[in-house]
Nanobody
Framework: QVQLVESGGGFVQPGGSLRLSCAAS????????MGWYRQAPGKEREFVASITLAGNTNLANSVKGRFTMSRDVARNTVYLQMNSLKPEDTAVYYC??????WGQGTQVTVSS
């Protein structure tokens, strides 16, 4: 069974940065797409970013220009670099593989 393990969440002030990591238990090339989603309290889970096998990335409009998704194939890991963080970015961030496999989530809190 494939496992995804997120890390890198935490508490940061507005304008700060965090980098989330998602380590897969097998080659990320076995997944046609990997993505990041987030869920704030009382809200639906929403798309944040994705990366395809070819390495093409897609970002939600709300994070374009601030967030970047990348991958390290040798480490079976994808990353979400988050800059210029805002309080509205506060949420639990989840890694997803192939639209069906989810990690346990990592909390990101942006507050002064």
């Amino acid at each position: 069974q494939v496992q995804l393990v997120e890390s890198g969440g935490g508490f940061v002030q507005p304008g700060g940065s965090l980098r989330l990591s998602c380590a897969a238990s097998r080659s990320i090339f076995t997944f046609n797409t990997m993505g990041w989603y987030r869920q704030a309290p009382g809200k639906e889970r929403e798309f944040v970013a994705s990366i395809t096998l070819a390495g093409n990335t897609n970002l939600a409009n709300s994070v374009k220009g601030r967030f970047t998704m990348s991958r390290d194939v040798a480490r079976n890991t994808v990353y979400l670099q988050m800059n210029s963080l805002k309080p509205e970015d506060t949420a639990v961030y989840y890694c997803n593989a192939a639209g069906a496999i989810w990690g346990q989530g990592t909390q990101v809190t942006v507050s002064s």
